[in-house]
């Protein structure tokens, strides 16, 4: 009993993607099942010139692990590390719920015949049936996938094996070009999904950067001379 409260004591902190994963599971199910016929419809050209690829779907499904394998590995071993990816992946979960909610939106993508009878086909068919082409924008595939490859990348003690970073981006990639390839998202959500995750870095990963900026640029201003209506310095 002693280990287990000092096991909870020392990873509390892991209560926060616990809770939030609870919350956003909700919410997100809810969406589902009220976001159905009436929704804004996603589509661009770039879309009809992307073909259906269901092998693609390993990777899709790989998703789950990844993400949850990085976080968990953040809150046993690095609870600053673990701070900055939460912040990253819950900001931009939360803006793609209120996203959602606000201006339902979906797709035609899908094919409505599989094309092949495969063991792939059959995992696609599956998840079709799972999950509706709806609530799709920005895409949190997209997005959590760049989160866990920046953690990664972001974490000291990882970045010490070697094989670490080429793997996380071979997987990140992969899943990124799952959620078109499968037609399971717009080419509009992943561009979107990259754009937030930009924004997204530079608030987390390089706010301290951003701040010296800010301060050097201010400390340059105060020590110029100010200059007064009639050409003296003040």
Same mark, same amino acid.
């Given at each position: 009993?002693?280990?287990?409260?000092?096991?909870?004591?020392?990873?509390?902190?892991?209560?926060?993607?616990?809770?939030?994963?609870?919350?956003?599971?909700?919410?997100?199910?809810?969406?589902?099942?009220?976001?159905?016929?009436?929704?804004?419809?996603?589509?661009?050209?770039?879309?009809?010139?992307?073909?259906?690829?269901?092998?693609?779907?390993?990777?899709? #499904? &790989?998703?789950? /692990?990844?993400?949850?394998?990085? *976080?968990?590995?953040? !809150?046993?071993? %690095?609870? @600053?590390?673990?701070?900055?990816?939460?912040? #990253? &992946?819950?900001? /931009?979960?939360?803006?793609?719920? *209120?996203?959602?909610? !606000?201006?339902? %939106?979906? @797709?035609?993508?899908?094919?409505?015949?599989?094309?092949?009878?495969?063991?792939?086909?059959?995992?696609?068919?599956?998840?079709?049936?799972?999950?509706?082409?709806?609530?799709?924008?920005?895409?949190?595939?997209?997005?959590?996938?760049?989160?866990?490859?920046?953690?990664?990348?972001?974490?000291?003690?990882?970045?010490?094996?070697?094989?670490?970073?080429?793997?996380?981006?071979?997987?990140?990639?992969?899943?990124?070009?799952?959620?078109?390839?499968?037609?399971?998202?717009?080419?509009?959500?992943?561009?979107?999904?990259?754009?937030?995750?930009?924004?997204?870095?530079?608030?987390?990963?390089?706010?301290?950067?951003?701040?010296?900026?800010?301060?050097?640029?201010?400390?340059?201003?105060?020590?110029?001379?100010?200059?007064?209506?009639?050409?003296?310095?003040?």
């Amino acid at each position: 009993m002693e280990r287990l409260k000092l096991f909870v004591h020392q990873y509390k902190h892991g209560f926060i993607a616990l809770g939030y994963l609870f919350v956003y599971l909700i919410w997100f199910f809810w969406l589902e099942s009220t976001v159905t016929r009436h929704f804004n419809v996603i589509h661009t050209a770039l879309d009809d010139y992307i073909p259906f690829c269901e092998v693609f779907v390993i990777p899709y #499904f &790989l998703w789950f /692990g990844y993400v949850t394998i990085v *976080v968990l590995y953040l !809150i046993f071993h %690095n609870k @600053q590390d673990y701070y900055k990816a939460c912040a #990253f &992946l819950f900001t /931009g979960m939360t803006i793609f719920l *209120v996203v959602s909610t !606000i201006w339902p %939106n979906g @797709q035609y993508l899908r094919p409505f015949v599989m094309p092949r009878d495969n063991i792939f086909t059959r995992m696609v068919s599956g998840l079709y049936f799972a999950d509706t082409p709806t609530n799709l924008w920005p895409s949190i595939h997209v997005y959590n996938s760049i989160g866990a490859h920046l953690a990664i990348t972001h974490n000291k003690e990882l970045m010490k094996r070697r094989w670490i970073r080429p793997a996380s981006f071979i997987l990140c990639v992969s899943i990124i070009m799952s959620t078109m390839f499968i037609k399971q998202h717009s080419a509009f959500d992943v561009v979107t999904a990259f754009i937030m995750a930009g924004v997204m870095y530079v608030l987390v990963y390089q706010n301290d950067a951003v701040m010296a900026w800010i301060q050097s640029a201010r400390a340059g201003r105060k020590s110029r001379p100010q200059i007064g209506w009639n050409g003296r310095s003040l």
